[in-house]
């Protein structure tokens, strides 16, 4: 069974984030299209309730790029401690 470094869980990770990272960022680009629908033919009390918990769901969608962000920097951030203390670990 081969070995599996500290190098090969960074990879997996990253790009893990990164898929996680443009499944968001197609969320927000659905919710901009929603946004447009509604502006175009949409009026009222509901179309308000509408914009507003869309307005909810695209700012939690921002902080979770933020965190991915965050997570990504860490584990890169992990990687370069590692490596100065062992690189064999790495």
């Known amino acids: 069974m081969d070995e599996i470094t500290f190098e090969d869980v960074l990879t ?5 984030l990164k898929e996680v ?3 968001v960022e ?3 680009n659905q919710i901009k299209k ?3 629908h ?10 308000n309730a509408c914009r507003l918990k ?8 921002v902080k979770t790029l933020a965190e991915i962000t965050e997570a990504l ?3 890169s951030a992990i990687g370069e401690l590692l490596a100065e203390d062992d690189p ?3």
């Open 38 to 47: 509604i502006d175009a033919g949409w009026s009222g009390a509901t179309a």
């Open 26 to 28: 197609i969320l927000k």
């Open 34 to 36: 929603a946004e447009g």
């Open 21 to 23: 990272s443009d499944e």
């Open 12 to 16: 997996h990770y990253r790009l893990k």
């Open 88 to 90: 064999t670990l790495i």
């Open 73 to 75: 920097i860490k584990l």
């Open 54 to 61: 869309l307005e909810v769901v695209n700012g939690e969608l």
